[in-house]
């Protein structure tokens, strides 16, 4: 089966903190996403990778960065946290486009 | 853009019914259609995956069907289970403006199933 393990399930942080959410999956996939979820917003698309060092922007990366030095994991970064981005962050992975997409079970992050 | 609906929007039954889920799409040339069920406070568990040149996926008590003319999709669930009781998320490529990377997500149907 596979396994996205994301490094925390729940995180407090201060406004202004650089912020850093770990994933990383096992299965070899090109592809690893991250999305953030809000009650009445579903999920939105933060931003993707499809290679190792390569990304591309989803629908709403301001305030986000993203790193990708392995193939295996996907960090999303808030350079500088914001009371808005208090969220629930779910990262996935698959492979080839178009393969079902398969996720960890969320970061549940609070900014304070 | 992409948009994607479900209705209806919560759905409460008695244990052992037949039900079924909808989903529409407004881009009708996606790449696929990928059902998901979450369950409170958790990720999202792939339940089932169809590709724009299939019509129909099943899995167990679970057949999702696609019609792209139309923009649907449907999740049927066979004689419900109290387990069932979730949230159920469409998801579909992004059309000619997205990627087949790309999925749009409905805001999903919260289902109950009593005993």
């Known amino acids: 089966d596979v396994k996205v393990t994301q490094s925390s399930r729940y995180l407090v942080k201060r406004t202004g903190e650089k912020v850093f959410l770990e994933c990383v999956q096992d299965m070899d996939h090109e592809n690893m996403f991250w999305y953030r979820q809000d009650p009445g917003l579903g999920l939105r698309l933060i931003y993707f990778s499809y290679d190792v060092k390569m990304k591309e922007k989803g629908d709403i990366p301001e305030g986000y960065s993203v790193s990708r030095e392995k193939k295996e994991r996907f960090s999303l970064i808030l350079e500088s946290a914001s009371t808005n981005q208090t969220s629930m962050y779910l990262c996935?992975?698959?492979?080839?486009?178009?393969?079902?997409?398969?996720f960890g079970d969320g970061t549940r992050l609070s900014i304070l | 853009k992409q948009e994607v609906t479900q209705i209806p929007a919560a759905l409460s039954v008695p244990e052992g019914e037949n039900l079924v889920l909808n989903c529409s799409f407004t881009d009708s040339a996606i790449y696929n259609l990928q059902w998901f069920r979450q369950d409170p406070g958790k990720g999202l568990t792939s339940l089932l995956l169809i590709q724009s040149s299939q019509r129909e996926q099943t899995s167990g008590r679970l057949n999702a069907s696609l019609d792209k003319s139309s923009g649907r999709s449907t999740l049927y669930i066979a004689a419900s289970q109290p387990g069932d009781s979730a949230t159920y998320l469409c998801?579909?490529?992004?059309?000619?403006?997205?990627?087949?990377?790309?999925?749009?997500f409905g805001a999903g149907t919260r289902l109950a199933v009593h005993p």
């Open positions: 996935a992975s698959s492979s080839l486009g178009g393969q079902p997409q398969h």
């Open positions: 998801a579909a490529t992004g059309g000619i403006s997205g990627g087949y990377n790309k999925l749009i």
